[in-house]
């Protein structure tokens, strides 16, 4: 899914480098204080006040489709509460929440983040890879480049239907390397280095990487 | 002035490497700690007294047998006479004090004093032979010579000579030096009052017909036993002027009790870290090598955990009693020392310093962090250099401090939050595969000659090969004619699988 409209809830460090990161979306900022709505509202930012025990009606008119929720406020016990919030309000919508430790962010998908990032788990995860796997360190550094033509995708082509997710040398010698499928009957992710063979279906998605040029050679052709 | 005969033959010893060789060695062998060898040499002597002292002992009840006597006497001995004479050797360098005297005279245009040189190479030996365990080490050897064998006395000196080899025993000695002037303070206090009140006692009691002290030996004796608390009641008072005597020698011992207790105690708590420092820095000088983390932030807790699950060593540096506190409790190696000081570096040693893979800059605070970078970087070390940032703004204070990687935490938050939103099944699936819990994994295994990116393609394993590192750049999904070998080659594969492979290489 390509988020076309990104909301963001707290405006801070995390916030300011979020817009920056997702600068081509449509974004809407959440602040609240007072003080971060002056902080947003001076650095050009389209922010409108909150709080925590608002009921946030006026993203029921999102589609939630075209729609993610990114939690980011400093206190987590607040943050919590928001994202239990906007789960409770909007079940279908992708909520992207942060927390600083591992256990925070456990808390938070408990509570209904679709995805919960862990500040300090990942920070030390890119130290440690920094210094124990250089050169594993390098592809992540350059997968999660915005600039980098590198990425993982998803795909769900039609014309991969009928073909074995685990024996598709036409793609690689493309530059597509398959990384996993994702059966559509049942939503479980494998490796395509642990089955010898399965054949893609209908609604299955398969994850690649890939560069930007050759994925989109592949989807135009 | 030509050289006298002496002078030149201290200049040939002192350029002589055979005999530079032999005296390090053995003076590493007597004194250095850290000298690999040193334990098993001391484990040697420590065995060798142990024998010692039960032969001595075997030899208080029972009739000399000739062949403990011989291996007692001359052999075990011998070599403790020997030991004696080495640590006389290496405790200074006689050469090099006849060579100094010399250039002296050279210098003033005065006839070369060599009286002058013997005169100060007996002071630099007298020197060493006058401390305490250089006087024990003597004291054990005496029952070499045959007149002496008699006294019994001198076993208690090859028991102390364990003084020598056991670190904890050093520990102890230098604690206690710490309170020199309250022990000896102490120390008057109760040779006075024993001194009075076996005066006082012998008076009231020498002539008292029922008494048991009748000596000023006796007196003495039981002076001793009273103020240390300890009353045999073998000897007593039994004059009234005598227990009233008894009775201020008792509360005195109860006071002199009490504040012995408290020197030693406060000696202890006062030099506790010290101690607990030394040790860490004697395990981290067996390290092959490991990583310094400077500073006991939350970014550091969480890496040091996960280096060590990957079974590698850290030593952490901070001030913080806190911080050290937690990373002592999470069982990492923590020294008391402040990362932004150069006599921190000095403390830690050019050997130990070149056992650090990399030194991590992970204080919760950028003044920290740079600062520390700054130190490090004033001591020219070629290490690499990694370091967390809190405020963007600072990242190029990092840079000019000399940190070769920086990490913005919220801009990598940011990023797998972007990447998150655009592909979240993807992206979960590539995060899973650097979970610890996960089998298939991303791992990277260096490339050789014998074993380059085919025979991974071509192994009977299912491996995914993403790509290979080259200098500093990533090439993703090299093609099957790619024949570079000194990489790194990126690849997902089974944990097992990875294993093999690195299992291959070596």
Same mark, same amino acid.
């Given at each position: 899914m390509?988020?076309?409209?990104?909301?963001?809830?707290?405006?801070?460090?995390?916030?300011?480098?979020?817009?920056?990161?997702?600068?081509?979306?449509?974004?809407?900022?959440?602040?609240?204080?007072?003080?971060?709505?002056?902080?947003?509202?001076s650095e050009g930012v389209d922010a409108k006040r909150a709080s925590v025990d608002d009921d946030f009606?006026?993203?029921?008119?999102?589609?939630?489709?075209?729609?993610?929720?990114?939690?980011?406020?400093?206190? /987590?016990?607040?943050?919590?509460? @928001?994202?239990?919030?906007?789960? #409770?309000? !909007?079940? $279908?919508?992708? %909520?992207?929440? =942060? +927390?600083?430790?591992?256990?925070?962010?456990?808390?938070?998908?408990?509570?209904?983040?679709?995805?919960?990032?862990?500040q300090i788990r990942n920070t030390a995860n890119l130290i440690v890879y920094l210094l124990e796997y250089p050169a594993v360190s390098l592809f992540l550094e350059n997968i999660l480049d915005t600039?980098?033509?590198?990425?993982?995708?998803?795909?769900? /082509?039609?014309?991969?239907?009928? @073909?074995?997710?685990?024996?598709? #040398?036409? !793609?690689? $010698?493309?530059? %597509?390397?398959? =990384? +996993?499928?994702?059966?559509?009957?049942?939503?479980?992710?494998?490796?395509?280095?642990?089955?010898?063979?399965?054949?893609?279906?209908?609604?299955?998605?398969?994850?690649?990487?890939?560069?930007?040029?050759?994925?989109?050679?592949?989807r135009d052709g | 002035m030509r050289e006298p005969l002496c002078v030149e033959l201290a200049r040939r010893l002192s350029s002589s490497k055979r005999y530079v060789n032999t005296k390090t060695l053995f003076n590493n062998l007597l004194n250095n700690n850290s000298y690999p060898y040193k334990r098993y040499f001391d484990f040697f002597m420590i065995v060798l007294i142990l024998v010692s002292v039960s032969i001595l002992i075997y030899d208080v009840t029972s009739s000399p047998e000739p062949t403990l006597e011989f291996l007692n006497n001359i052999l075990i001995t011998a070599v403790f006479a020997i030991e004696y004479l080495l640590r006389l050797w290496v405790c200074s360098d006689t050469s090099k004090i006849v060579v100094r005297v010399f250039e002296e005279d050279k210098l003033l245009k005065r006839e070369f004093r060599l009286r002058v040189a013997l005169k100060d190479v007996a002071i630099s030996k007298l020197r060493y032979m006058r401390t305490p365990t250089a006087i024990i080490d003597l004291l054990a050897i005496l029952p070499f010579f045959h007149p002496l064998r008699a006294l019994r006395l001198f076993i208690v000196f090859r028991i102390l000579k364990l003084f020598h080899y056991t670190q904890n025993m050093h520990h102890f000695a230098s604690i206690l030096a710490t309170k020199k002037f309250e022990l000896y303070t102490l120390m008057t206090f109760v040779g006075l009052i024993v001194f009075v009140s076996s005066v006082i006692i012998y008076t009231m009691e020498a002539r008292s017909p029922s008494g048991s002290i009748k000596t000023l030996f006796d007196a003495f004796y039981w002076?001793?036993?009273?103020?240390?608390?300890?009353?045999?009641?073998?000897?007593?008072?039994?004059?009234?002027?005598?227990?009233?005597?008894?009775?201020?020698?008792?509360?005195?011992?109860?006071?002199?009790?009490?504040?012995?207790?408290?020197?030693?105690?406060?000696?202890?708590?006062?030099?506790?870290?010290?101690?607990?420092?030394?040790?860490?820095?004697?395990?981290?000088?067996?390290?092959?090598?490991?990583?310094?983390?400077?500073?006991?932030?939350?970014?550091?807790?969480?890496?040091?955990?996960?280096?060590?699950?990957?079974?590698?060593?850290?030593?952490?540096?901070?001030?913080?009693?806190?911080?050290?506190?937690?990373?002592?409790?999470?069982?990492?190696?923590?020294?008391?020392?402040?990362?932004?000081?150069?006599?921190?570096?000095?403390?830690?040693?050019?050997?130990?310093?070149q056992k650090v893979k990399s030194i991590l800059f992970l204080a919760d605070s950028d003044i920290e962090n740079v600062y520390a970078a700054l130190t490090v970087g004033s001591l020219n070390i070629d290490i690499e250099t990694i370091s967390t940032l809190q405020e963007k703004k600072n990242r190029k204070k990092l840079l000019i401090a000399g940190v070769d990687r920086v990490i913005y935490s919220q801009e990598l938050v940011a990023q797998l939050s972007h990447k998150h939103s655009t592909n979240p099944q993807a992206y979960k699936a590539l995060n899973s595969l650097r979970s610890t819990d996960s089998s298939i994994i991303i791992g990277e295994i260096s490339l050789s000659e014998d074993f380059g990116l085919d025979d991974i393609r071509n192994s009977v394993h299912s491996v995914l090969v993403v790509g290979v590192c080259v200098d500093e750049e990533f090439i993703f999904n090299p093609s099957q004619n790619y024949n570079n070998t000194n990489v790194k080659a990126v690849l997902i594969a089974h944990r097992l699988v990875i294993d093999d492979l690195q299992r291959s290489l070596v």
């Open positions: 390509n988020s076309k409209r990104v909301v963001v809830f707290g405006y801070n460090t995390h916030s300011k480098e979020i817009l920056e990161q997702m600068s081509s979306h449509e974004i809407t900022v959440y602040c609240f204080s007072d003080d971060g709505l002056e902080d947003a509202n009606r006026s993203l029921l008119s999102l589609d939630a489709e075209q729609t993610m929720l990114i939690c980011t406020l400093q206190d /987590e016990a607040q943050n919590l509460f @928001l994202t239990i919030s906007l789960r #409770d309000l !909007l079940p $279908s919508i992708q %909520i992207i929440a =942060l +927390a600083t430790t591992a256990e925070n962010a456990t808390k938070l998908r408990l509570a209904g983040a679709s995805i919960a990032v862990a600039t980098h033509e590198l990425q993982v995708a998803e795909l769900q /082509e039609s014309s991969l239907v009928g @073909l074995d997710a685990c024996k598709l #040398d036409g !793609l690689q $010698s493309s530059g %597509i390397l398959p =990384l +996993a499928y994702i059966r559509a009957e049942d939503g479980k992710k494998f490796f395509t280095v642990e089955s010898d063979s399965y054949i893609l279906e209908h609604g299955d998605t398969l994850i690649v990487l890939a560069k930007y040029g050759s994925l989109k050679d592949f | 002076s001793i036993v009273t103020i240390s608390t300890v009353g045999y009641g073998d000897v007593a008072p039994v004059s009234a002027p005598g227990r009233v005597v008894a009775m201020v020698v008792i509360m005195t011992g109860v006071a002199v009790l009490a504040f012995a207790t408290s020197i030693v105690v406060s000696a202890f708590t006062e030099k506790l870290d010290d101690i607990r420092d030394t040790r860490v820095l004697q395990k981290t000088k067996k390290l092959k090598n490991f990583y310094l983390v400077c500073g006991y932030g939350v970014v550091a807790k969480e890496s040091a955990a996960q280096l060590v699950l990957l079974d590698r060593d850290i030593l952490v540096l901070d001030q913080d009693r806190e911080r050290l506190e937690h990373a002592r409790s999470d069982g990492h190696m923590a020294l008391d020392l402040n990362p932004s000081s150069v006599a921190t570096y000095d403390i830690l040693g050019d050997a130990l310093m």
